[in-house]
């Protein structure tokens, strides 16, 4: 793993500051001014008539990639956008290197006036993340982790960083947040009843937001029904630099920008394995699904 890029606590520092202010310029030369201001022609679907995108995430996605091209001498990099028009974007997966983008995180919300989307970058090294940001613009907010280092949330307007530390708390009340999409259908409705009958689930719509969420214990957990590298490698390695616990649902695997399926991040490993049982209890047929 090439993780010299992040050894010298130096060069972190210089990380978050150019990728701090990359995002926050970015967010507010593009993202903001057409946030509650997009009209119908700067918006289109891509795989789906829910799956949205707008003027804004194809112009700031394009900004932030040439931004980011050369920084730490790394030239690879996967965006969100760029990804769903090449159809090839597997053959970034592979990369010694790379950098992950999701430029704006949780689109529909955005697209519908809502606070809840973010950007996020991640820096990713044999198909692991090896450090990751998240820039909540509406709440000045910008989260970030480095593998083996730990996690902060960094308030923008004064400065002032405190390292995320997620706390035990009651299973009495499980509340989480997440859904079902990208599940096969033939499982999906009961574990989605699982869902609906033993959490109170909250509908958060990004899965960066819900990152914050859970490291700073406004939740417990989060499950997605299905993977992708630039909305997962800050929820995984966030997760874990906090103190909680991350892993695909069926085989309890390790997250890396290749996996396939459906994830799990909890406060801790009891949490995590006690709602894998609700939500998909070991004689559900979907524990042994293979993607």
């Not at 695909?248 to 049982?277: P, V, Y």
């Amino acid at each position: 793993m090439n993780v010299i890029l992040i050894k010298n606590n130096k060069l972190r520092t210089q990380i978050v500051e150019y990728i701090m202010y990359l995002l926050i310029n970015v967010n507010k030369d593009i993202i903001l001014p057409y946030h509650k201001n997009l009209k119908s022609e700067d918006i289109s679907t891509k795989t789906s008539n829910d799956d949205l995108v707008s003027i804004a995430d194809k112009k700031s996605e394009d900004i932030i990639t040439k931004q980011l091209k050369g920084f730490l001498d790394v030239n690879d990099i996967l965006g969100e956008e760029s990804a769903f028009l090449d159809k090839q974007y597997d053959k970034y997966l592979d990369k010694s290197i790379l950098w992950v983008v999701d430029p704006i995180d949780g689109t529909k919300n955005y697209i519908n006036g809502k606070e809840n989307f973010c950007s996020m970058i991640s820096l990713v090294s044999n198909k692991l993340p090896i450090a990751t940001f998240i820039y909540y613009p509406l709440k000045n907010i910008f989260v970030y982790a480095f593998k083996n280092y730990g996690a902060f949330i960094l308030d923008t307007n004064n400065k002032i960083s405190t390292r995320l530390s997620i706390k035990s708390s009651n299973l009495l009340k499980i509340i989480g947040s997440g859904g079902t999409k990208g599940i096969p259908e033939i499982y999906r409705q009961s574990i989605l009843g699982n869902l609906k009958t033993n959490t109170e689930r909250l509908f958060v719509g990004s899965a960066g937001i819900e990152t914050i969420m859970l490291a700073n214990n406004e939740i417990q957990f989060i499950f997605h029904g299905r993977v992708t590298p630039w909305d997962h490698s800050p929820m995984d390695l966030i997760t874990k630099e906090a103190g909680g616990s991350i892993y695909m649902a069926t085989n309890k695997g390790e997250f890396n920008i290749k996996s396939k399926g459906s994830i799990l991040a909890a406060s801790n490993i009891e949490i995590w394995n006690n709602i894998r049982d609700l939500i998909i209890p070991s004689n559900n047929p979907y524990r042994r699904y293979i993607n």
